[in-house]
């Protein structure tokens, strides 16, 4: 039986999710209290939940991803798809690496997530390390957080 994922946005509701009816949740912001629910609230109504861990650390690398990919690749019993995709993974980052410039200046990035109010952005993320790896400077890489709000006045100021 293959079960349904169902991406959840931060306005969905517990009750709203459950209107779905499906009995799987991925995600990473869609697990609080003022949004879907806590991930114990949810395995308590038999929801299963996976959080991605490469999402939850400071300053995860592309091995964090990978994990990820494991674990979800044993979730739905195709490890072997998750092994490949891997192995493609890390081949396109050596490719990408490869062409890198690590001479050169790094260039200013901004990682906008979302919110049309505030900054919402990365910290010190994968994001920030994927950046880096490439020749960027994520521009608020020293919040000591993974996701973080900025505003748009610092995005502006930060720009070089």
């Known amino acids: 039986m293959c079960t349904k994922i169902y991406r959840i946005f931060p306005m969905i509701t517990l009750q709203k999710y459950f209107a779905f009816a499906y009995p799987s949740v991925f995600g990473r912001s869609a697990f609080q209290d003022d ?7 949810l395995e308590a109504s038999g929801v299963k939940t996976y959080l991605q861990e490469s999402t939850i650390y400071l300053e995860a690398t592309p091995e964090d991803i990978y994990q990820d990919v494991l674990n979800i690749g044993k979730i739905f ?3 072997e798809k998750a092994n490949e995709l891997i192995k493609e993974m890390e081949t396109e980052i050596e490719t990408i690496l490869s ?3 690590s ?8 990682v906008y997530d979302s919110s049309d109010t505030s900054a919402f952005t990365a910290g010190r993320s994968y994001l920030s390390n994927l950046i880096e790896m490439t020749g960027g400077d994520n521009i608020f890489k020293e919040i000591d957080k993974v996701w973080a709000e900025g505003s748009w006045e610092e995005v502006v100021d930060r720009k070089s």
């Open 35 to 41: 949004y879907l629910g806590t991930r114990e609230e």
């Open 103 to 110: 001479e050169e200046t790094p260039k200013s990035v901004f």
């Open 77 to 79: 019993n195709v490890e």
């Open 99 to 101: 062409t890198v410039n």
